[in-house]
Each structure stands twice: as structure tokens, then as C-alpha cells.
């Protein structure tokens, strides 16, 4: 596997039912006038089997139930899961080989195909994903959290006082696996209620509009923009916060931001990262917007969340 000590030895294909593990070969020639032969033969390093999974809930990647990434939802909302697998070893394994799943049982996990190369091996380096939905449930309900895992978290303070979903997601393949957690948790009383969100093609970019209802709390917005559902890839398309109106109670606030950079013919999923006045950042989201042509607008609704 290292071609630096490997030199000009040759190197092919083998050592493997599915023949596709480094393999060393040389051939014994023999020579004599009128006739000759060839036999070669081969050997392999260890098999050192390694894979690795990474879970992300709507986007964020989220193992610790405290941290800052940590998304938030209201009960009923749609809840997106990823699961990237990477074979992190030398042996290649078949998709029957791989197992993937979670510790939430109602989840229905679907291999993504086009994750694959084409040829149905995860080989050595290779990444396959998976997905699967569900409805965010109210995590102050114990007859809906009965069948699942929560946990106190949801505090990037440290205080850990609040209920937060958590379920672990696993891979095997012969001879190894792993595992990674990943948290979601209910809105606060404190978030903004977001009326709408509206994407629409302007001259110069993507045109984002919301409206708030209530931000007794809020200081202020910043818009996230990436082209895959994974917060961690987003860039800020507001490099100044968008500032709420302090003070304004319950009154309706409308807020207009023009994105700039967004790509023609490409989908984009953006987040409000809402930020507290206690520096508390929450994130809402993802909504996604294609920009076909001039002529299209996109409407979409964020869940909404109520303060007393």
C-alpha cells in the first residue's frame, strides 16, 4: 500500500476474493535453447480491515448533546439524518458486507447509489452515504420518548438542563466497525417565532426575506449558505448581522437580505443562525433554493416556534 517502498516491484490486484487488495508479484523465467517458462508468485501485506461512520442531524454534525452545533426543531418539524461510511483499511467489501444502522429502530435508513463508484465495493478510501427522515418529537412528552434515548444537553453553556433526542449510529464490516452519536433538541420558549422565509431570483443573486413575530430576546440574524445539507459546509452570505429590532415586542419585523454569490442551476440550502443577547447562537433551518432562471421564486416555510 505504500508506493514510496514499493518502488519498481510490481504491484497488482489480488489477495482477496474480490481480487482487489495490493498484492506483490514476481515471475520466475527460465531459458534454454529451443524452449523457456515463466511461474510467477505473490504474497500480500495484512489484512487491516478499518471503517469509519460520521452521523449528522440536519446538517450538523452534533456528537456532544451540549455543543454549540446542536441543532434545535419544534415537534412535528421534519428531521434529516446523513451518515457518511469510509473504508479506512486495505480490504474492500461488498454492500452485503456493510451494515449500517441506527439505535433509533423507527428509522428506515436508504442506501444513497450514486454514492458509489459503480461497481458495488467500498473499496479502500472509498464513501458511501445513507440517509433517513423522521418527525421531531416533543422531547417534554414522555409517551412519544418512551421507545428512544434522551439525554440532558442542549446547552452550550455547559448547564446541561434540557431534554435532547440522541441516537448512535453504527457500521460493521468483517473484522471491524464504529459508531457516532448525534442530538437534536426542542426550541427554547425563548426562540424567535420565524412568520417566513423566501428565496426568489433577483437581478443580482438569490433574494432571502422573513419575517419575525416575536424577538424579545434577539439581537440579531446571520444567513448560512452551503451547497450540501451539512451546516459544518455553510458560509455566512451576511458577514454583518442582520440586527432585530430591540425592544420591539411583539411587533412584526420584515428583514431582506440579497445573496450575491449563489450559483445559477445549482441547489443551495440555506440557515438563519438567530443570535441571542446572551451570545447563544440558534440555528433554524435548512430550506433549499434553485436557481433555475430569472422568472422563478421559491416560497418556503420554516417550523415555527411560539414564545409566551
Known amino acids: 500500500d505504500d508506493a514510496a517502498a514499493t518502488g519498481d516491484s510490481t504491484i497488482v490486484p489480488g489477495c482477496s476474493a474480490t481480487g482487489t ?3 506483490y508479484e514476481n515471475v520466475g523465467r527460465v531459458v534454454v535453447p529451443g524452449d523457456e517458462d515463466a511461474d510467477p508468485t505473490h504474497y500480500c501485506g495484512p489484512a487491516n480491515p478499518a471503517v469509519d461512520i460520521e452521523k449528522a442531524t440536519n446538517g450538523a454534525d452534533a456528537d456532544d448533546p451540549a455543543g454549540g452545533d446542536v441543532p434545535t426543531t419544534v415537534p412535528g418539524a421534519t428531521v434529516i439524518w446523513s451518515y457518511v461510511v469510509t473504508n479506512r483499511g486495505n480490504v474492500t467489501f461488498a454492500r ?3 451494515t449500517v444502522a441506527d439505535s433509533d429502530r423507527t428509522l428506515a435508513l436508504q442506501w444513497v447509489a450514486s454514492s458509489d463508484d459503480g461497481d458495488g465495493l467500498l473499496s479502500p478510501g472509498e464513501s458511501w452515504r445513507y440517509g433517513a427522515t423522521a418527525t421531531a418529537l416533543d422531547l417534554l412528552d414522555p409517551a412519544v420518548t418512551s421507545g428512544v434515548t434522551v439525554v440532558d444537553g442542549c446547552d452550550a ?6 431534554p435532547t433526542y440522541r441516537n448512535v449510529a453504527t457500521v460493521t464490516v468483517p473484522g471491524a466497525d464504529d459508531r457516532d452519536a448525534s442530538h437534536y433538541c426542542n426550541l427554547t420558549p425563548t426562540a424567535v417565532e420565524l412568520v417566513g422565509f423566501r428565496a426568489a431570483p433577483v437581478n443580482n443573486g438569490i433574494e432571502l426575506s422573513w419575517r419575525t413575530a416575536v424577538r424579545a430576546t434577539t439581537l440579531g440574524f446571520h444567513v448560512l449558505r452551503s451547497p450540501t445539507p451539512h451546516v459544518a459546509d455553510a458560509v455566512t452570505v451576511t458577514p454583518t448581522m442582520v440586527m432585530a429590532e430591540l425592544g420591539a415586542g411583539d411587533g412584526m419585523q420584515a428583514f431582506t437580505v440579497t445573496d450575491v454569490d449563489a450559483t445559477p442551476n445549482t441547489l443551495h440550502y440555506y440557515w438563519l443562525a438567530e443570535i441571542e ?3 447563544r447562537r440558534i440555528i433554524h433551518g435548512p430550506v433549499t433554493a434553485i ?3 430569472p422568472s422563478t421564486g421559491y416560497l418556503m416555510y420554516l417550523p415555527l416556534a411560539n414564545k409566551p
Open 21 to 23: 487488495r495490493n498484492t
Open 96 to 98: 452485503d458486507d456493510v
Open 157 to 162: 453553556y455547559g448547564t446541561g438542563t434540557r
Open 277 to 279: 443577547l446572551s451570545g
Open 291 to 293: 436557481v433555475y432562471d
